[in-house]
């Protein structure tokens, strides 16, 4: 088991820039999910996979935003014409099955914004 | 929808001293619930969880309680050590939504 593995941790991007973030699961797990955290805030969710299929997205994700899981393997997420607002922690997460089960965060990509 | 309120920090104690934040809840459904801690530098890691009304959660001393009549999950250790200074998230996850919830984190800082 070698954890939820994220890259790159930290990138720095001029505005309207267009940046990706990778995010690799624990192996056997077949959910997988995006949150973005700001500081002095809690985790806020983007959005989810169930194998390769995505099943949810929240209201966050703008059309600027897209994330992939291609033969539900590892995950993208990718954010077009980057704000000073997107500046952010993207964390990823897997878990095997429900919502019973112990989510396994990454440590995060640091996005900042200029 | 789905909510989670905790105690607003960040709280400071002394080693040794009764550790309690507060974590209430607003869910559909029947929600699982648990506590992360994210220590200085590091990602979020689940620290105890309870799936059903009256469990409780436990790992390395700290303690939850599942209440369902006053919909809290509140999170208590006895003794606090200098290596338990980190940020505390409350979540809940619901059984038909593949999302957790969190609380906007409480910030414990315990001085030797």
């Known amino acids: 088991d070698t954890g939820v593995s994220q890259n790159p941790r930290h990138k720095i991007t001029k505005r309207g820039q267009n940046v990706t973030f990778r995010c690799d699961p624990i192996?056997?797990?077949?959910?997988l999910y995006w949150y973005r955290q700001t500081l002095g805030q809690g985790p806020e969710f983007l959005t989810y996979?169930?194998?390769?299929?995505?099943?949810?997205k929240s209201r966050l994700l703008s059309d600027r935003f897209s994330a992939e899981r291609p033969k539900g393997s590892f995950s993208t997420l990718e954010i077009q014409r980057t704000e000073q607002g997107d500046s952010a922690m993207y964390l990823c997460?897997?878990?095997?099955?429900?919502?019973?089960?112990?989510?396994?965060f990454g440590e995060g990509s640091w996005l900042t914004v200029v | 929808g789905d909510s989670v309120t905790q105690m607003e920090g960040p709280v400071t104690l002394s080693e040794e001293a009764f550790l309690t934040i507060n974590c209430t809840y607003t869910a559909t459904g029947y929600p699982s619930l648990f506590w992360y801690v994210q220590y200085p530098g590091e990602g979020l890691q689940l620290l105890l969880k309870a799936t059903k009304a009256d469990d409780k959660g436990s790992n390395k001393g700290f303690e939850a309680t599942y209440r369902k009549e006053t919909t809290s999950f509140h999170l208590e250790k006895g003794s606090v050590q200098v290596s338990d200074s980190a940020v505390y998230f409350c979540a809940l996850s619901t059984t038909n939504a593949g999302k957790s919830t969190f609380g906007d984190g409480t910030t414990l800082t315990v001085k030797p």
């Open positions: 192996s056997e797990h077949n959910r």
């Open positions: 997460a897997s878990s095997l099955g429900g919502s019973g089960n112990t989510i396994y």
């Open positions: 996979f169930q194998n390769e299929a995505q099943l949810e």
